[in-house]
């Protein structure tokens, strides 16, 4: 919101965004996280630095592929793996895990992991993910909205979920408030959101910062927030939605790649 109001990001850039989720404008989620997880694809260039292709911070994916193809190459070449003295990645789940479960302020309930289904491409993952995390594997016909909190349908009866991991896109969360075409999601699941009586990891609406868009001003929102320069840079870009940006952008069209 600061940035958008001192004119560092376009107002346009957010608020036209598709995942821009007005039902959630201003909810503040526990303890002020948004984003739980983080994740980014990198290029090394020529001179050996690192540079951001993209961001990922609605429903990243990839943990458990680390930790699948981890598994693998220790088993397939164990030797080899010893003497490199591999960090285990078994510290940076335990961390995560607690970390996100420890916002709940011990509110009793469960934790589970919200997949779309068997027919995503990354169920697998989910799958993995959640049997090494200790948690349930949950689609959206699982969950309940009830009295203001969500709950698991179980053979005993109704649980209370207090922690949900989502790989889930936002907008396919809530068919009540948000796509009303998706049979994805858990109606009401929102206005538990709103109450703070449910742990979303991450935060639904993350989606904006996954824009490419965005990366045109993140140095100067780096500058603005942090004073100093962004640690890792991100790939020159010029977003087409200004008139600047409209005439830069066709000045560099033939050495440029364009994304939507």
């Known amino acids: 919101q600061r940035l958008v109001r001192e004119g560092i990001v376009p107002a346009q850039l957010v608020l036209g965004h598709p995942q821009y989720l ?42 458990g592929y680390a930790l699948e193809n981890r598994v693998v190459v220790s088993q397939t070449f164990p030797e080899v793996f010893g003497e490199l003295g591999v960090h285990r990645l078994a510290t940076f789940f ?11 302020r011990g509110a009793s309930g469960q934790a589970v992991l919200l997949t779309p289904g068997a027919y995503n491409e990354a169920y697998f993952e989910h799958a993995y993910l959640a049997r090494y995390l200790g948690v349930q594997l949950v689609e959206g016909d699982d969950l309940l909205v009830l009295d203001g909190s969500v709950f698991l349908r179980t053979l005993g009866g109704l649980e209370r979920v207090a922690v ?28 538990v959101i709103r109450a703070g009586n449910v742990i979303m990891a991450n935060a639904l609406g993350g989606g904006v910062v996954d824009s490419p868009a965005l990366d045109a001003y993140l140095p100067n929102a780096s500058r603005a927030l942090f004073g100093e320069e ?31």
Do not use: K, Q
Request: net charge neutral; aromatic share 6%.
């Open 164 to 191: 949900i991991f989502r790989r889930l896109d936002s907008d396919f969360a809530d068919p009540l408030e948000l796509r009303a075409d998706s049979a994805l999601g858990v109606p009401g699941l929102v206005d």
């Open 94 to 104: 335990r961390h995560h895990r607690d970390a996100v479960a420890s916002l709940a």
């Open 230 to 260: 962004l640690l890792l840079s991100n790939i020159p870009t010029v977003w087409c939605g200004t008139s600047w940006g409209r005439s830069e952008g066709l000045a560099r069209v033939g050495r440029s790649v364009i994304r939507n």
């Open 22 to 63: 007005r039902a959630l404008a201003g909810v503040r989620p526990p303890e002020g996280v948004h984003v739980h997880l983080y994740s980014m694809d990198l290029t090394r260039a020529a001179d050996g630095s690192w540079i951001v292709h993209a961001s990922r911070a609605d429903a990243p994916t990839g943990l």
